[in-house]
C-alpha cells in the first residue's frame, strides 16, 4: 500500500464515497414505511454501521487530511450514532501500512542510508500507522529500543489538492457560509506543518522540558541523529490507548484519578506554558497504573502570545456577572488581539456559553472549589456543543481557536468514556495568577 494518491483519484474517490453513503440511506428511507417499528430501528442500526464501515475504509485508504477529518469526527459521540462512531474509532488507532519494501525505501531516500547501517533490528511490520505516517520498532546500534516514524510518499503533495476540494465542496453547498476560509486555512497550516517531522521533534524536545513537573506524563525523547523530515526517531512510550485500558474495569478512584490528571494535564498548558498538544483522538494517549499519561504524537502543536495567556488568566474562573459590561470588554479585547471585531450576537454567546456552561462545570465561587463534576453525566456534552455551535454560527470562533475548541472536546470525550469525578475548579484554581 502507498501514500495518498493523485489529486483526481482522491477526489473521485471522495465524490463516490459521498454518492455510496447517500444512497445506502436513500434504500433505507424507501423501505422505512413498509418496515414494523422494531424492523425499522434494527434496519437503521445496520445502515448506520454499513455506512461508517464505508467512510472508515475510504478514509483509512486516503490517510493524509482525509484520514485526520475522520479521526475528528470519532470524537463527537454528541453528533453521530453509536454504530458510526464505532466504525470510525478504528480510525484513532491504524491505517492500511505500507508494503515493507515502500517503508525502506522511504527511509532510505530520507535518510541517505539504508535501515541497517542505523540500527542494529529493524521491524517491517508497523506497531501503530496513522494517517500520516507508520511507526516501527527497531534498536538502535548501542542498544536503545527505539519507535521510528516513517511518513508516508505523497503526503505532503496532498495537503493542498484536498483542502482545495474541501473548499470547492464548501463553496458548492453553502457550507462557507458556517466555515470561514480563515479557519481551513488554519487548519491546512497546521496540517502541513505536521508533516516535517524535524518541527515534531523539536516539539517533543519542548514539552519533555516543560512538561517535567508533572510527574505523571510521559513524553518520548526525540534522536534527533536518526531523524529527518520524513523520519522520526523516538523512544518507546508504555501504556494502553483507551480502549483497552477501559477493557480493565479500572476502579472508579483509578478513573477519577486518571480524569484529574487529564484535566490538570490541559490546563496547565493553557495556563502555565502557553502551548498545548492539539491533537486529541484517542490514539496518541497511553494510560498505565495510578493515573499514568503517556504522549505520542507532537505533530499538532498549538502556541499562544503570552498577551494571549494573561487574557486567558483574567476570563478563566471568571467571579462576575458574564452579562457585565466587564466581561463584555474582556472579551472583545480576546477578538482584538488577533485583529477580529467581535459581534453583538456573538457576545450574546459568549455570555449564554459562560453562564449555562462554564458556570456548572468549573464553579467560579471559591466556597465551591472542592466540588466534584460528574463527566459520566450525558447531557453535559450535548450543552458544550449546542453553545459551542450556536458561537460558531455568530462567527464568535477565531481560527486561532479552532484548535484549542479540538482539544477541549477531545479532553470531555475521553472523560464522559472514563465516567470520571473531577474537582475542576479546584485543578484550574490552582494554575490561575488571579485569585478570585
Known amino acids: 500500500m502507498a501514500g495518498p494518491e493523485s489529486a483526481l483519484r482522491r477526489a473521485l474517490k471522495l465524490a463516490g464515497l459521498s454518492a455510496g453513503v447517500a444512497a445506502r440511506y436513500a434504500s433505507y428511507l424507501a423501505q422505512h414505511s413498509f418496515l414494523r417499528e422494531d424492523e425499522r430501528e434494527r434496519k437503521l442500526k445496520a445502515t448506520h454501521a454499513k455506512a461508517g464501515q464505508r467512510v472508515t475504509q475510504e478514509l483509512a485508504a486516503l490517510k493524509g487530511p482525509a484520514m485526520k477529518l475522520g479521526q475528528a469526527l470519532s470524537l463527537h459521540t454528541d453528533l453521530f450514532p453509536d454504530e458510526i462512531l464505532q466504525e470510525l474509532s478504528a480510525l484513532q488507532m491504524s491505517a492500511p501500512g505500507m508494503h515493507p519494501s515502500l517503508v525502506r525505501t522511504q527511509f532510505k531516500i530520507s535518510m541517505g542510508r539504508p535501515v541497517e547501517e542505523i540500527f542494529r533490528s529493524f ?24 519507535a521510528v516514524k516513517i511518513q508516508y510518499p505523497g503526503v505532503r503533495e496532498a495537503v493542498p489538492s484536498d483542502f482545495k476540494l474541501l473548499r470547492t465542496f464548501a463553496r458548492t453547498t453553502g457550507l462557507k457560509r458556517k466555515v470561514p476560509d480563515a479557519v481551513l486555512d488554519e487548519v491546512e497550516q497546521h496540517i502541513l506543518a505536521e508533516t516535517d517531522y524535524r518541527r515534531e521533534a523539536e516539539n517533543i524536545d519542548f514539552f519533555r522540558a516543560r512538561l517535567q513537573p508533572l510527574d505523571y506524563v510521559t ?111 474582556l472579551m472583545v479585547e480576546g477578538h482584538s488581539m488577533h485583529g477580529a471585531k467581535l459581534s453583538p450576537a456573538a457576545l450574546r454567546m459568549f455570555s449564554d456559553l459562560t453562564d449555562n456552561f462554564y458556570r456548572r462545570v468549573y464553579p467560579s465561587e471559591l466556597e465551591k472549589e472542592n466540588e466534584f463534576f460528574d463527566f459520566g453525566e450525558e447531557a453535559f456534552l450535548k450543552e458544550y456543543m449546542r453553545h459551542a455551535t450556536q458561537l460558531f454560527r455568530a462567527k464568535g470562533t477565531l481560527p486561532e481557536h479552532v484548535f484549542l475548541a479540538r482539544a477541549e472536546i477531545g479532553l470531555y470525550q475521553t472523560l464522559h468514556r472514563l465516567q470520571s469525578r473531577v474537582q475542576t475548579s479546584k485543578i484550574v484554581r490552582k494554575f490561575l495568577r488571579r485569585r478570585s
Open 123 to 146: 521491524d517491517d511490520q508497523p506497531f501503530a500507522a496513522a494517517s500520516l505516517g507508520q511507526v516501527h520498532r527497531a534498536v538502535t546500534r548501542d542498544g536503545k529500543k527505539v
Open 219 to 329: 513524553v518520548p525523547q526525540a534522536y534527533h541523529e536518526y531523524s529527518s523530515d520524513r523520519v522520526l526517531t523516538m523512544s518507546m512510550v508504555g501504556g494502553v490507548h483507551l480502549q483497552t485500558y477501559l477493557s480493565d474495569r479500572p476502579p472508579q478512584v483509578e478513573r477519577d484519578k486518571l480524569g484529574a490528571h487529564l484535566l490538570e494535564l490541559f490546563y496547565y498548558q493553557l495556563l502555565q506554558i502557553g502551548a498545548f498538544h492539539a491533537d486529541p483522538h484517542w490514539g496518541n494517549y497511553l494510560f498505565g497504573p495510578n493515573g499514568a499519561v503517556g504522549l505520542v504524537d507532537f505533530g499538532c502543536i498549538k502556541r499562544w502570545s503570552p498577551k494571549f495567556v494573561e487574557h486567558l488568566h483574567l476570563t478563566f474562573l471568571y467571579p462576575g456577572d458574564p452579562k457585565s459590561a466587564e466581561f463584555r470588554r
